[in-house]
């Protein structure tokens, strides 16, 4: 593996590839949803995690299997407490976009020992603050999706 390091064609292959042509639709919820309806809607939607959402897809926050797992072992009234309560919030969600790199984002993925980004795209809303609108996500899933294609190119 060192020696391919610098020069090997599928490393070169492989640094060319970007986030947009892998990328899945995201699954956002609203803020005020409830904690119980978010579980429901994780397993409904076959995710791990849910995107938070404002107005216009605008990235509020992130909800994990084990930020949901955590608040229904506790005393919590699932179905009074909204998700924002527990979510992680911005500034402090990990974001990739389209134009990125596959090795990019994937290495966010490992850095952060985390499971998705959101892919966003950066604007600015009327009181001139920045702000990012989810557009899609990338996953474990998506890295080792690619992983077995690129194992199976020029197989039958
Ligand atoms: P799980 O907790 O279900 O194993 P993760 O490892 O992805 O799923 O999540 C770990 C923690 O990181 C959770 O508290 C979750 O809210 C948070 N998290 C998930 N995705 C992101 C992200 N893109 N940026 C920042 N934090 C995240």
């Not at 994990?64 to 924002?84: C, E, F, H, N």
Request: overall charge positive; glycine content about 6%.
């Amino acid at each position: 593996l060192k020696e391919q390091k610098e020069s090997s064609p599928i490393m070169e292959q492989l640094r060319l590839l970007r986030v947009g042509d892998f990328k899945s639709l995201p699954i956002s919820v609203r803020e005020n949803i409830s904690i119980y309806d978010a579980i429901v809607t994780m397993f409904t939607q076959n995710v791990g995690t849910l995107t938070v959402v404002g107005e216009n897809q605008n990235l509020k926050g992130m909800v994990s299997r084990k930020d949901l797992l955590k608040s229904a072992l506790g005393k919590t009234d699932l179905q009074q407490v909204p998700v924002s309560i527990i979510m992680t919030r911005m500034p402090n969600i990990i974001m990739t976009t389209a134009d990125e790199p596959i090795l990019d984002a994937a290495r966010k993925l490992t850095l952060h020992q985390i499971d998705s980004l959101p892919v966003v795209e950066a604007f600015i809303d009327e009181k001139g603050e920045e702000r990012y609108e989810v557009i899609g996500r990338f996953t474990k899933t998506n890295v080792a999706k690619i992983f077995v294609q690129i194992g199976t190119l020029g197989k039958r």
